[in-house]
């Protein structure tokens, strides 16, 4: 049995390995015919630079399928998609996830030497977007996206961007704040100066009255249009009865604004405009810092993000593509080859090999009858396949399985769970209490003015800046290292939550295993072709996934007669294949002693007539780094769990490799997946779920963090807190480490604030707090924040990466 | 004195048109994307006429 290849050739193109024989074409190797057409094309145009800023830049295009974007001349969804059309030139945003490097800009960016009818594109890289103005009288839109999807960068139009085709412009808002803010902030201080350095009486007392009003006006577009949001949020939150974070805030600002106001237009003093530029200024770098999350990632995309837009249906033997909403019961609808069946439908015709990993997450296509019920959301493996829909979209089993209620999470709850809020909210009982208590003290002595000024500090200078900026600058700063190490969170919330998990629940197909085809290997004596026949033929009568795997493996053999079949579960099967019996199964079964067999594999023994042939050893591509991820876990301290649809064939295999403590459940549908998730809460757990595909969807989001491992970040990611890059599986531990390290440094920056805090009430309570103190504890406490977190954070990554 | 308060009228204006610059900026977009101009730069208008030599790798062989 020929299993490995000479010499290795890469693709001139793609860099793929070429697996048949590489095509020639110009002295150069290319795996397959989309590849060379590609190049041909470029090469044609002059546009060989591709190849020069990066090395094998390529992406193998779709197999080109005639029609496939016919939908695409229909106005209503023409309309849809393109943002601006004069009758002449369009404009229209694709969203292009294969583009990868500078060479695809440069090639995306050059398409009108490709085709005249391109005026003008230009790409986002980081939002994966390309800007296409074109010529309608050269160029429809039909044919813009088959030219791209030619050159490998095939456009995903999804059913949801028809549906909301009007996407909120960019929000600048933040940006402008910050910037008025901070042009506030900087002049007001200058003009404090002379207040700083007690100047304003030995120069020119003139200038501490045209001083003042200069900061009162520059600090009313901060107090009424930068802080803003402080206050919505404040009102919010009392209105919810808790008191967050932006409540002290909020109250020191308007406190800060109101004393301020007074003090400069009675003409007792400079105010502490200052001070809250100054303080508006560093929380909005902190929200904005905060909120510099991976945009690009979608996380709340629903089933209909992996549905095709259109369908191909047979109406009176035509064939069109029409949009899949409109789809009705009784349709002939066409699927082909690496296409999902989007509704639950009758096969009529065709070779229908239907990969379920979807849905099930079973990674073994299934073979299906003619006349037999296709549910959505399969995927097509063979041919071309010809079925009636029996029910409409939103009426299929995958459909119903998304739209079910238990599988929404609830997001808002996070809010609350904050340290910060937690802490902030009996912050500000202490503060008010602080600041009455200054107040009924000094007016006890008799100096009410002095008791007022009291007051009105404490509740300024306790104004938690330092610490309402601690949070987001840890978090944010770890957000960034996560996603430099390809894990990518849905917001910093899930950091803190990640640092309580005691329990990690693994699936396991797709998750510690590999999602490609299994490898498949046979060691014994060599195998005639006729005998090669004659155990694919007896595969082919059972249903176990083994021996479907071995059927897949034989592809390519006579299907011969075969009589007298019978199963013995959970040993083999045997059948008479041209008057010789053949068994198939484990070694007991076959009564074969002397192969060797290693734990990890599994094996199955073939015997022809009486003679022990060989075996098949079927590899499980569990991912690499499974076994030390296992064993760090164990010794931090976290409880292992393995939920897997699969039955417990491999039990002694994930055993070896995951350790006697682990805990495994074989055969677990989505829905007990979801209860056992339940089950460990309901015991006091926190659960750190990490799965793949819809599959596990329920149990991603019943968990209190639920982490999807993903070969492409781009391509799929049901909702889930995480998308973690299969390459940095192994690094799960580290990222565990890292968030509990996260949680002890924004309590040590709380700290740190609170120190600050504790000095300027000293001075507050007394009622000597001067405007020059409040300017120097505000920046100065910040400043050390930042540094301390920032610093903190990049160091606990370094440490935890170490450690591997 | 009292010139440093045309000064100051000066500074504030001059203040103000910074800051109407950087408002003119963010809106403009230019905050928007800032990673592909950054690559978009070193492309060569004329790329394929010349041939740059590239080090040891001759990938440009095909343009003869």
Redesign the interface.
């Known amino acids: 049995m020929e299993t490995t290849t000479t010499v290795k050739v890469n693709c001139y193109h793609c860099g793929d390995e070429c697996r048949n024989l590489p095509l020639r074409f110009?002295?150069?190797e290319f795996c397959c015919e989309g590849c060379r057409l590609v190049?041909e094309v470029l090469?044609e145009n002059?546009?060989?630079?591709y190849?020069?800023f990066n090395?094998k830049p390529g992406i193998s295009p779709e197999q080109k399928v005639e029609g496939r974007f016919g939908y695409l001349d229909d106005a209503s969804v023409k309309k849809k998609l393109v943002v601006f059309d004069d009758g002449k030139f369009a404009t229209v945003n694709f969203y292009i996830p294969k583009m990868h490097c500078?060479s695809c800009?440069?090639l995306l960016?050059n398409l009108q030497r490709i085709n005249a009818g391109v005026v003008r594109s230009r790409?986002?890289?980081?939002?994966r977007e390309v800007n296409l103005v074109f010529r309608q009288d050269l160029l429809s839109l039909r044919q813009l996206v088959e030219l791209l999807s030619m050159i490998g960068y095939e456009p995903v139009i999804r059913l949801d961007d028809l549906d909301d085709r009007k996407k909120a412009k960019?929000d600048?808002s933040v940006?402008?704040k910050i910037?008025?803010a901070g042009?506030a902030f900087?002049?007001i201080m200058l003009f404090s100066f002379p207040e700083y350095f007690s100047l304003s009486d030995a120069?020119?007392p003139g200038?501490k009255g045209?001083f003042s009003y200069?900061n009162f006006f520059l600090s009313l577009p901060v107090f009424f249009y930068c802080s803003a949001q402080f206050f919505t949020s404040a009102v919010r939150s009392v209105n919810q009865k808790f008191l967050n974070i932006d409540v002290p805030i909020a109250l020191g600002i308007l406190v800060m604004f109101v004393r301020s106001t007074y003090e400069i237009f009675s003409g007792t003093g400079p105010g502490y405009m200052d001070t809250m530029a100054g303080l508006v200024f560093f929380m909005l770098l902190g929200r904005w810092f905060q909120d510099k999350t991976y945009k690009t990632l979608s996380f709340d995309r629903d089933y209909k993000s992996f549905f095709p837009v259109s369908v191909m249906v047979r109406r009176q033997a035509s064939e069109l593509a029409i949009p899949l909403s409109e789809l009705r019961i009784g349709d002939r609808m066409l699927i082909r080859s690496e296409e999902i069946i989007p509704a639950d439908a009758v096969l009529i015709q065709g070779d229908a090999f239907i990969d379920y990993s979807f849905v099930t997450g079973e990674s073994l296509p299934v073979r299906k009858a003619n006349g037999e019920l296709l549910y959505a959301g399969g995927r097509q493996q063979g041919g071309l396949l010809e079925m009636e829909v029996v029910k409409e979209v939103s009426q299929s089993y995958l459909t119903q399985l998304w739209n079910n209620d238990r599988y929404i999470k609830k997001h808002d709850d996070g809010v609350f769970q904050l340290l910060v809020n937690r802490i902030s909210h009996y912050f500000t009982f202490v503060i008010v209490a602080v600041a009455v208590i200054a107040l009924f003290y000094w007016a006890a002595t008799g100096d009410f003015p002095r008791g007022w000024n009291a007051f009105t500090a404490v509740l300024i200078i306790a104004c938690p800046c330092a610490l309402a900026i601690s949070s987001p600058f840890t978090l944010g700063n770890i957000l960034r290292i996560f996603g430099r190490n390809r894990f990518y969170l849905r917001g910093y919330a899930v950091i803190e939550k990640l640092a309580k998990v005691d329990t990690v629940v693994f699936d396991k197909t797709g998750t510690l295993t590999q999602n490609e085809r299994s490898q498949i290997s046979y060691s014994g004596r060599d195998l005639q072709r006729k005998e090669l026949s004659m155990i694919r033929s007896l595969v082919s009568q059972s249903t176990h996934p083994l021996s479907r795997m071995l059927m897949a493996h034989l592809d390519g053999t006579a299907q011969l007669g075969v009589s007298g079949f019978a199963e013995y579960p959970g040993k083999g099967i045997e059948g008479h294949v041209e008057n010789t019996i053949v068994r198939v199964g484990s070694a007991a079964f076959v009564n074969a002693q002397g192969f060797q067999s290693n734990a990890v594999d599994t094996v199955v023994f073939v015997a022809l007539g009486n003679e022990v042939a060989g075996k098949f050893s079927i590899a499980n591509s569990y991912r690499t780094g499974v076994r030390q991820l296992a064993n760090r876990l164990r010794t931090k301290g976290y409880r292992t769990v393995v939920l897997t649809g699969d039955t417990s064939g491999e039990e002694t295999s994930l055993r070896s490799l995951l350790g006697i403590e682990a805990e495994l459940r074989f055969q677990q549908s989505p829905g007990d997946k979801l209860a056992a998730i339940q089950e460990f809460q309901e015991a006091g757990s926190n659960v750190l779920m990490v799965g793949d595909g819809l599959n596990d969807a329920g149990a991603l989001k019943q968990s209190d963090v639920g982490i999807s491992v993903s070969d492409d970040i781009n391509n799929f990611s049901p909702a889930c807190d995480g998308i973690l890059d299969s390459a940095s599986f192994s690094s799960l531990s580290a990222i565990l480490d890292t968030a509990t390290a996260s949680r002890r440094i924004i309590i040590g920056s709380f700290v740190i604030a609170l120190v600050y805090n504790l000095i300027g009430c000293w001075f507050a309570v007394q009622g000597t707090l001067s405007p020059v103190i409040a300017a120097v504890l505000m920046p100065l406490s910040t400043v050390t924040i930042i540094s301390f977190t920032t610093g903190m954070s990049n160091l606990a990554a370094f440490k935890s990466a170490n450690s591997l | 004195m009292s010139v440093i308060f045309l000064l100051i009228l000066f500074s504030l204006l001059l203040a103000f048109v910074f800051l109407y610059a950087f408002i003119w900026s963010v809106r403009d977009g230019q905050y928007d994307d800032e990673y592909t101009p950054s690559v978009r730069i070193l492309f060569d208008d004329e790329a394929t006429q010349q041939e740059p030599a590239s080090s040891g790798q001759d990938l440009n062989q095909s343009n003869s």
């Open positions: 110009n002295d150069k190049y090469q002059n546009l060989c630079s190849y020069r090395e500078s800009i440069w960016e790409v986002n890289f980081l939002n960019k600048h940006s402008y910037g008025i042009f900087g002049n120069t020119d200038f045209v200069i």
